[in-house]
């Protein structure tokens, strides 16, 4: 997955010497975004003492933002048409509450239950699309209906209980890792060369080769784009970055093949991710929504239906939210009617840190992606250096504030 | 009478414009003046130059108001000399009552807390000055156009008014109101309140006016006095009178059969339900040939385009749409496409172009499925439609992934025709197509507009501009108050003609 999609924005060859300083600024945000993220990894790498990069934090890392990620899919693409969606916390409770009932309370299979869930995340989803794709009630007042309707009725499903254990098989979405396809003796030789206990053998497979994928994907876009005379960065930029993110693609999964391999969660972030990039960058239903946040009016008459790609979108926010909602049921082995509270807040700051505009038509998802984990870090790494709650929602506070100003400094700049 | 208000020699420019060449208007202590001109002469430009909304310094020339000059730096400034404009677009706000309008800005309070009693009593006094039979509660988004109208002049009249400006006063209203709202004016005459009204109704303008003069071009052409008589078609002849500034390029081919046939269109307007916006209008279009359809701002010729363009106007559509003799389904802009009929927007800024886009994504909008294979976009051969329409249309940028925003007015309406012609249309409708681009692009785009009747394809030129129109145009049909009055062929149309008809209703 390439960071930073430059293709929409390139710029001619124009052969002077100042390019990489000029390509850099008119893409401050996203390289920004990239070294903002660098930056906090190795502050806090640096002041907890190597904690933070440790296999076990690592693993801690993917599995707290898993249900995060997974909602700013969904958020960046109602950002995008113009909208915003508050009720996906307790959407996601919600969700989880229902597993937990059907689960453990009506013993139904985990296959139907995961079904009926994300049946229903859909529903819901048509239910709040529907008043405002079709009825122009403005989405921040119908989910903020929603938010408060489906934090009741997790209170009513549970009646004021927790929920759990799941069954085995459901705790595994979210807390189990993909097992070692490699005989066992293969990784310990491994292991013995790298000296350490233990080394899963397909995670550091599919780190590089995930790795060789994305530099292949990057040098034939490159390719394409020389070939229809447009070139998006300049080579050396080009190298650093594709250095940067294989190395720390590289770094990440041996860390993980040290402990105890890759989690099922990270497999399913990967490939939800790559999903929606391309479905968000490469498809005609993913330019329409582009289109819809960007100027609604030229859009409808542009022959686009509008009232139903709004629709889809809080279709697809449900899907996800249910998605989210069972990923943090089986985490935490539990369902809780506080399950989910005000995490629509933190999906929303992910989304606007990774640069998208409150205004619509703006945005990407890995910068989503990006700015999801750049929150998630932020939190993990100020609980290990033990700073409290008090302290670290204000300095959230601040970095949304930062970026957001930092969006509107460099638009204000070029125009 | 002595002179109120005289303007000597205003000069306003705008980058690459001349809006007002050396424009001198006097005006009478207790007359009625009426100023007259085409859309776009520069009428509405001199009003805000009085006023204050072009403040002092940004134009030359001189403003002498009660025998002193004055240098106006907003309206507020204007405003308390006694100069109060009333807009074509009423300044009033929907949800608030008359009487908390007519005193919005001027509460009736003391130390902020409002006096509703005072406020109420005043506003009835001045709904009476005025004639309004309502009270002064009554929420202004429940009364309709003319009533609002006189609110606004009861407005006007609390704040002490010396000189009342009326900006094309009865462009919305019905006969009948726009009957009171004249004999309103001189009514205030009498009262010694001094009235500058711009109009295109030369019927009204002979009813109310004392004094008229003709602006056209930016610049005077006339000052007539009513006791010598006003003739009609004197003023005419001076609003149109103008050698020929634009050129227009040849057209060699003759037009075939009937293309687009509209029949018995009718129209309402989507919020006020009882008004008629569209009243039976039929009209066909040729293959190759370019049809204009003249009028003035407000008479429909917008909303008879978008509500035959997807219904994207309106409620209580009927009438029927063929091509090719096939009836053709136009209830949503999609299936409008798909009949092959495209519509160029007015206002392309806000209806046409997704601005901080690139021409490349603008340019493939309105057919992505062109470019795209069981739904996923071929981002090269999207770049190479691009590149195809910007040499075909000479867009001017160096590279397809330019922000639309950063291009020039011409070049942005290029590729607004990009989009459509991407569509390949059969039948175009170009709303406006030259408004605020510069001569050499209008030059190009009139170019582009007989190329695609060369090929067959039957173009629908709304316009403002009668030069352009009959320039360009084979057949010209004229609309007034939502009907299409006339059917003018090339060779009967001339801008005293179109004019006439439609000054004349």
Known sequence: MALVQGEDTAERTSGSGKRVGEYLASHLREYGLLFALIAIMLFFQIVTDGTLLSAVNITNLLLQNSYIVIMALGMLVVIVSGNIDLSVGSVMGFIGALAAVMMVHLHQPMIVAVAVCLIVGGLIGAAQGYWIAYWRIPSFIVTLAGMLVFRGLSLWLLEGQSVGPFPREFQVIANGFVPDVFPAGFGKSLAGLFD??????????????????????????????????????????????????????????????????????????????????????????????????????????????TERLTFLAFVNMGVLAAAAGMVFAARLNTATPKAGFALELDVIAAVFIGGASMSGGVGTIVGAVVGAFLMGVLNNGMSIMGIGIDYQQMIKGLVLLAAVVFDVYNKQKQS | MSTLLEMRDITKEFPGVRALDRVSVSVR??????????????????????????????????????????????????????????????ALIPQLSIAENIFLGNERANRGVIDWHETNKRTEALLAKVGLKEPPT????????????????????????????????????????????????????????????????????????????????????????????????????????????????????QPGEVLMEVEGWNVWHPEHTERQVIKNASFKVRKGEVVGIAGLMGSGRTELAMSIFGHSYGRNISGAVSIGGKPIDVSSADRAIDAGISYVTEDRKSLGLVLDETIRFNTTLANLEGVASAGVLDRNEETRVAEKFRDALNIRTPTVFQKVVNLSGGNQQKVVLAKWLNTTPQVLILDEPTRGIDVGAKYEIYTIINDLAAQGKGVVMISSEMPELIGMCDRIYVM??????????????????????????
């Not at chain 2, 072009?54 to 100069?83: K, L, N, T, W």
């Not at chain 2, 462009?171 to 109101?177: G, I, K, V």
Request: charged fraction near 25%; charge should be neutral.
């Open chain 1, 196 to 305: 350490v206990r233990n080394v899963n053998v397909l995670a550091l497979l599919v780190g590089a080769v995930a790795a060789a994928a994305l530099i292949w994907i990057g040098m034939r876009q490159r390719a394409r784009n020389r070939a229809y005379g447009v070139l998006d960065e300049p080579r050396g930029l080009f190298v650093a970055r594709n250095a940067i993110v294989t190395a720390a693609l590289i770094f990440i999964t041996y860390k993980l093949s040290t402990f105890r391999g890759l989690p099922n969660v990270l497999i399913t972030m990967a490939v939800l991710t790559m999903v929606y990039a391309f479905l968000t960058q490469n498809t005609v239903i993913g330019r329409r929504v582009y289109a819809l946040g960007g100027n609604s009016k030229a859009a409808k008459l542009s022959g686009i239906k």
């Open chain 2, 138 to 253: 009554t929420k202004v988004d429940s009364i309709g156009v003319g009533k609002q109208q006189l609110v606004e002049i009861a407005k006007a009249l609390s704040k002490d008014v010396k000189l009342l400006i009326l900006d094309e006063p009865t462009a919305a209203l019905q006969e009948s109101d726009s009957r009171k709202l004249l004999d309103l004016m001189l009514e205030l005459q009498s009262h010694g309140v001094t009235c500058i009204i711009i109009s295109h109704k030369l019927g009204e303008v002979r009813y109310v006016a004392d004094t008229v003069t003709v602006i056209r071009d930016g610049t005077t052409i006339s000052t007539l006095d009513a006791s010598e008589g006003l003739s009609e078609n004197r003023i005419v002849r001076d609003m149109v009178g103008r050698d020929m500034t634009h050129r227009f390029p040849e057209r060699t081919h």
């Open chain 2, 480 to 505: 007034n108050e939502g009907k299409l009055v006339a059917d003018l062929s090339a060779a009967e149309a001339s801008q005293e003609r179109i004019m006439s008809l439609i000054v004349n209703e």
């Open chain 2, 29 to 90: 202590q207790g007359e009625i003046h009426a100023i007259c001109g085409e859309n776009g002469a520069g009428k509405s430009t001199l009003m805000k130059v009085l006023s204050g909304i072009y403040p002092a310094g940004s134009y030359d020339g001189e403003i002498i108001f009660e025998d002193e000059p004055v240098a106006f730096r907003d309206i507020r400034d204007s405003e308390d000399r006694g100069i109060i404009i009333i807009h074509q677009e009423l």
